[in-house]
């Protein structure tokens, strides 16, 4: 038996090339609590510094490409961190990551809608 070849897919388009993301492995869920600590332990300090600031900031990012390139390599893929930062901003590659983590959790339209329209038609 091989496990996970029943797991929807989320086409993403970025540029020229379409990521066919099918697993959003542990290793992100794990940094994505990592990337939302960052948050909560920096609303402790009342009055932040510019360093502090920008320290949080920087610490955030890496973690954003962490995630990414995990999320990269468990589906198959190289990850090239120069091609994407010459390709995306940062909210595009947290698009990418809500995308890929939310494929699961969002439910199909398209079933939706049969479901939906099925109601309607007894």
């Known amino acids: 038996m091989k496990i996970g070849l029943n797991r929807k897919i989320a086409n993403i388009e ?29 609303e402790k300090i009342k009055e932040p510094t510019v360093d502090e600031l920008n320290g949080k900031n920087e610490a955030q990012y890496e973690l954003q490409f962490e995630i990414l390139e995990n999320l990269l390599i468990a589906n198959g893929y190289e990850f090239d961190r120069k091609w994407w930062e010459t390709h995306l901003d940062v909210l595009g590659i947290l698009e990418f990551i809500i995308t890929s983590k939310s494929k699961d959790v969002v439910p199909d339209t398209l079933k939706k809608k049969e479901v939906i329209q099925g109601h309607l038609e007894t």
């Open 14 to 42: 970025v540029c020229d090339k379409i990521f066919k993301i099918g697993i959003f492995p542990i290793a992100c869920e794990s940094l994505i609590v990592k990337h939302d600590m960052l948050d909560k332990e920096f």
